[in-house]
């Protein structure tokens, strides 16, 4: 059974930071891209960020420049950097694999106040 567990959200004024955390049990970590998305409220989930099994990033054009996702394969880890984080980052972000979709862990709470 995969389970996906995210940390690190809370409360920042906008031009904070904040470093998200994911561990991911199981055996699927390392043969999987993996992703960060966010849904905000009355929103869809999105894909902000994505990381290869061969450390290739890509990023929404919402926040190029300011996040950064990382990944530990020794930890079965994914990190996300946020940087000058801005109100409309407010959101529940959620990581997952890129691809087969897994059952989704319980985010955690990003707000950015303004």
């Known amino acids: 059974q995969v389970q996906l567990v995210e940390s690190g959200g809370g409360l920042v004024q906008a031009g904070g930071s904040l470093r998200l955390s994911c561990a991911v049990s199981?055996?699927?970590?390392?043969?999987?891209?993996m992703g960060w998305y966010r849904q905000a409220p009355g929103k869809q989930r999105e894909l902000v960020a994505s990381i290869t099994v061969n450390f290739i990033t890509n990023y929404a054009d919402s926040v190029k420049g300011r996040f950064t996702i990382s990944r530990d394969n020794a930890k079965n880890t994914v990190y996300l950097q946020m940087n000058n984080l801005k109100p409309e980052d407010t959101a529940a972000y959620y990581c997952n694999t890129l691809n087969n979709l897994k059952p989704w862990g319980q985010g955690t709470l990003v707000t950015v106040s303004s």
């Open positions: 199981g055996t699927i970590f390392m043969f999987n891209s």
